[in-house]
Structure formats: C-alpha cells, structure tokens
C-alpha cells in the first residue's frame, strides 16, 4: 500500500541553514502539495539538512538532502535507500518537542503542553514554587552548577519593590551551541521558564543578554514575545512583565555574572568583587537573578511532572539530564541530551560514533576545561567527577580529540582564547595568562625548553589564586590537565624538538614517497608557494605545511615526517 505524505518538516535551525536548508524548503514547496514547515534541529547536525516526511502510516527521514533534484526526488518517493537511520533512539525529555512544529507556532507549543507548568505555578504560592525547584535538585547549566532553588530563594527572599531576571544566553565557548538551540528550536519554553522564575522570586522584569551572533534565535524570541503578549501570558499576578533582549558582542568574560549586569548597564564587561552578590545588589543595584537559557528551559518540566520526576534522573550530584554539543574528531557531532552520570565513553563511542582507538582525550567545559584521556572515559559525566579530574562540565561544551591531534597545540589553542578574552582587570590574568601563551608557542614552534614547562605549572597556579573571576581562575586548566595527563608530548618537543602528533608545523616537513606518486601532478597544482619541484620534491625551507598538497593526493604518497629543518627563520632560531 502507498504511504500518503501528509506534512513535511525540515530543520531550519542554524545547522540546517548553513547546510542548505532554505533552498530545499524552497524545492519541497514547489515540488508537494502537502504542508512544508520549518522546525529545530533534533541534534544530527552532521546529518543536515534534515527532513521528515510524515505520512499516514508514521514518519521517515532522510539526512543530507540537497535541492538537487534527485535529492527532492527521493525524498517524495520516499526511497528506502536514501532514507536515515539515526541509531540511538531519542529518549531526551528537555528536547522532546524539538523538531514537532514551527518553533514560533504558540497554538502548536500550547498542544503539546506548552504554558501547563505555567499555569500550575501560577495556582501555587510562589515560596512553594521555590520549594519544588530545590526538591528537583537542579543545578545551574551555565558551568557553576549552583543549585537552582537555592538562587531563587535568595532573590525572593530580597524585599525590594523592583527585582530584575537575567537570562544568559551569550554562551561564548568556542564550540558550544546548547542554548543557541534551545532558543531557536524552542523559544516558548525557554520564555516559559523565565515567567515561572518572575512569579516564584517576585521579579517583574527580565532581560535575555544574547550574542549578537546568533541572528535566528533573537528572531524566534522576538517573535515568541510578541505572541506572548498578544495572549497576555506574561501577566503574572496581575503585572505585566517587561521582557527585553540585549544583544551582546559575544566576550567571554561576561559569562561572569557581574561582567554581565555591567554589559548590561552599558558599561564595559567586567567584573566585581562579590559581595554584594547579584540577588542583593544587581541591575543599577536591584536585587537580580542570573541563570542561562538551558536552566530555565528545565524549569517547565519540573512544574508539569513534579520535582521528583525530574530528581528520578541522574545522579546525586547532578540531577536531570543535560544537553551537550558534541564537537570535534567524531563521525557524529551534534546535539545531545544525556541523563547526568552517563559515561565519557557512552557518549564518544555509542553517541558519537568514534572508533575504539581512534579517540586521544575530550575537552571538556569548553576553553576554561581540562582535557582527560582516553584511558578514564569510563569516568561518569557529572559536577563533581569531572572537576577530581581537573575538568569541569561547563555550559556543556565536549571536543573530541583523535589520536592525530597535538596536546602541547590543543592546550595552546584553548589559551590562545581565554587569554584574548581576558578584560584585563586582574594583572595575573591579563599578563599571566599571556606568558603562559608565549610559552606555548615557543614550545610548539621547536623553541622551547624544559624551563618553559616549570613555568607554565608555577604561573598556572598564580593566575588561578591571584584572578578574580571565573576566566582567570579556569584559565590554566587546558595547561594543567595535559601536563597531568600528557607531560610526555611536552617533553617531545622541548627536549626532543619532536611532535609525536606530526601537527606542529615548525617541528616536521612534508616528503612525498616516489614509490606510490603516480605523478598525477595535482600536488603542485595546489601548492601555493611553489614548494613542489616538477620532480616532485618538496622545498620545505619554502613550504607552509598548509597540507593542501596532501589533501589533493589521491594515493597517499604525500605525507608529513618529523623534521622541521628550515621552517624557523634565522632571527627566531639565532
């Protein structure tokens, strides 16, 4: 029997649109009768763009659609050969809805249960909504992982008449991508939370500090707000809340709550010594309440199945699940949402899709965490096992490091970001964290020495004991967690001049192997320098190690060999 199509949803969340996404929306339109919607991404970026065809006997998807016509084809034909398996079958309960309807369609979100936590809280006394928050045991998804319920009642405990709610939604890890999804996927339910906060703390106005950078979340909010005041769902207790959106330029630091009640302000992103703490003093000295979007998009689900449901899930020091951006050396980066106290290794391996061995370390807690490796993915992904390994959880942020990755450049790279991202208040993370850097590019470049190492532990632990925020005190953690874990790649370099990686370009030339070159010549062609003779030798006193004359050869005879001879110039050497 035919299956008929009776709606078509593709992923227009970011992922999806940079993939394409648009342009096959557009093909669909044309080409099906049938309803075409745009809905969030369900977390398979690597599979974008994505698009569900559901028909009268279920739902089929298919991954990697282009606007190609046979492409378009397939997907109307419902060919089974094109069709996409996603593997591990999607349990998560903060995403549930993802992917169902359009993200701006109130009518559709109030289907599927929208507003009910809402209208629960607002039927409770707000110091009883306090209450379940703390029995839920849910602690702030922003990286602290302060619990919740105890934030709250600070704040409603203040008996100001003004009281300010800030939600986070900068996320400004390289790699991270959480709440970006949250808001464009399911703007209502992140506003959803955010209004059970103002009723349960006495807040009566909320700012949402978003990055700029993120254009489609700031649109759906916009539009999500707008609906919202139209149904008069923000009255609470016979107030109306003023919701406003500041778009941030995206620093680091004002991750930091008081860098970002300065920002806010309209003052440079700094920060300040605490106390006050925020829930006294904030907003122009209003009494304030800071959680990020993935913390408040939990707050509905703990209204509508109770704070026990929620508490069912993880583990004593982390309750619920947790979303997380699966980046990196994987075959299967996306979105995931995993029970707390699942396992390093469920995540890479089972999640992920990557090879037993293929995999070095994970970073994670993005930039301001620690790399742990391989040998301890058994390690339960919770607050409190990640830090006893000098790691944190973070915001969320997991980058997966194969076996051909350099841990010296991997810790190099991640304090090539916090150091710029530093606002430069305190003298040992502004200067500190900056040497620590130079020390790493000596010792990348074939420069450094066994001093640069002593170094880098004893100014690690200035900068983390004389810095007075978050940034300056996590900082060192890339540095420290690889020369716990990988202090035998240091000494490659230093004493050695070697990259065992073969990644650091200043520690190895490029050779081409004579007996498999087919001299089919596209290796010179894709040199840009000219490094390639017509007899196919490499001038590695000219060559960038740019690698594109290995990513060309066809046969693998183009390959990379520890050396580095001639790369450095005679001032850096002499």
Sequence with gaps: MTMNIQSIRVGVSSCGLAAGAADVMTKLSEKCSAPVMGVGCIGHCYAEPLVEVVTDEGSVMFGNVSAADKDIDAVLSLAEDRRFHMGRPRTGKLTRLIGRFEPTDIDAYEQHGGFTGLQKALAMDRHAVVEQVKASGLRGRGGGGFPTGVKWGLLAAQTAPSKVLICNADEGDPGAFMDRSLMESLPYQVLEGMFIAAHATGARRVFIYCRAEYPVAIRNLKVAIARIRERGFNVINGDELEVVIKEGA????????????????????????????????????????????????????????GAQ????????????????????????????????????????????????????????????????????????VDYDSLISLGAIMGSGGLIVIGQNRCMVETARYFLDFTHRESCGKCTFCRVGSKRMFEALERITRGLGSETDVTFLEDMATKVINGSLCGLGRTAPNPVLATLRFFRDEFTAHVVHRQCPALECAALVDVSINKVTCTECGLCIKNCAVDAISADYIVDNRICTRCNSCIEACPVDAVSRIPGGTGFHSAKEVG
Excluded: W
Aim: overall charge negative.
């Design 250 to 305: 995206g620093a680091f630091v004002c991750g930091e709550e008081t860098a970002l009640i300065h920002s806010l302000e309209g003052k440079r992103g700094m920060p300040r010594f605490r106390p006050p703490f925020p829930t006294e003093s904030g907003y122009f000295g209003e009494p304030s309440m800071i959680s990020n979007v993935e913390t408040f998009a939990n707050i509905p689900l703990i209204l509508q199945e």
């Design 309 to 380: 449901a929620f508490a069912a899930v993880g583990t004593p020091g982390g309750r619920g699940t947790k979303l997380f951006a699966l980046a990196g050396d994987v075959p299967r980066p996306g979105l995931i949402e995993v029970p707390m106290g699942i396992t390093l290794a469920e995540i890479i391996y089972d999640i992920g899709g990557a090879p037993k061995g293929s995999v070095k370390a994970v970073q994670t807690g993005g930039p301001s965490g620690g790399c742990i490796p391989a040998s301890m993915f058994d390690t339960p």
